[in-house]
């Protein structure tokens, strides 16, 4: 069983920074595809980044250098760092792990809350 833990959400004024970690369990973690994905109120849930098992990223547009995501596959963990927040990345943030094609997947994060707010 794949289980999916985050940390690291709150309150933050416009302007700052937040990280955001997902402790992964249950299989390899060395060979997921990882991603980091929100849910603003009232809107779809959207990609935000991703990182793949040799460490290739992809970025959001909206998130294009104020975010960035890494992978410790020595800790099973994966990390958002978010500076630079604004408003409108109010979400509640999820972490995403893959083992397709090869295992299962896709698996979830229960969430947790940013909030950007003055």
């Known amino acids: 069983q794949v289980q999916l833990v985050e940390s690291g959400g709150g309150l933050v004024q416009p302007g700052g920074s937040l990280r955001l970690s997902c402790a992964v369990s249950g299989r390899r973690f060395s060979i997921a595809e990882l991603g980091w994905y929100r849910r603003a109120p009232g809107k779809q849930r959207e990609v935000v980044a991703s990182i793949t098992s040799d460490g290739s990223t992809n970025y959001a547009d909206s998130v294009k250098g104020r975010f960035t995501i890494s992978r410790d596959n020595e800790k099973n963990t994966l990390y958002l760092q978010m500076n630079s927040l604004q408003p409108e990345d109010t979400a509640v943030y999820y972490c995403?792990?893959?083992?397709?094609?090869?295992?299962?997947?896709?698996?979830w994060g229960q969430g947790t809350q940013v909030t950007v707010s003055s």
């Open positions: 995403n792990a893959d083992y397709r094609p090869r295992g299962s997947g896709p698996y």
